[in-house]
Nanobody, 116 residues
Framework: QVQLVESGGGLVQPGESLRLSCVSS????????ITWYRQAPGKERELVAG????????AYGDSVKGRFTISRDNAKNTVYLQMNNLKPEDTAVYYC?????????WGQGTQVTVSS
């Protein structure tokens, strides 16, 4: 049984930072491609950032390039999303998805609210 658990969300003011965590139990994050998505009310789910299993190649959505950084700590079986210079339009529920040979697995999401 694979479980992904996100944490680190919260309420912050514009310009502040948050670091989200996605902890995997069951499968090693080093063997999977991990992707962060977000979904705001009334909007479609949007790809935020991803990190590959081999070589740790990363990719980012256009709206977060230069502000967000995805990274992986294999020892902690955790993938992080460092979010800097947050904007109100970053408000959404953030989900992580793990892709392994066995299939795709999603976490339950963590709420990020950026408001003054």
């Amino acid at each position: 049984q694979v479980q992904l658990v996100e944490s680190g969300g919260g309420l912050v003011q514009p310009g502040e930072s948050l670091r989200l965590s996605c902890v995997s139990s069951g499968f090693a994050v080093s063997w999977g491609a991990i992707t962060w998505y977000r979904q705001a009310p009334g909007k479609e789910r949007e790809l935020v950032a991803g990190i590959s299993s081999a070589g740790s190649a990363t990719a980012y959505g256009d709206s977060v390039k230069g502000r967000f950084t995805i990274s992986r700590d294999n020892a902690k079986n955790t993938v992080y999303l460092q979010m800097n210079n947050l904007k109100p339009e970053d408000t959404a529920v953030y989900y992580c998805k793990g892709t392994w040979l066995q299939g795709d697995y999603w976490g339950q999401g963590t709420q990020v609210t950026v408001s003054s």
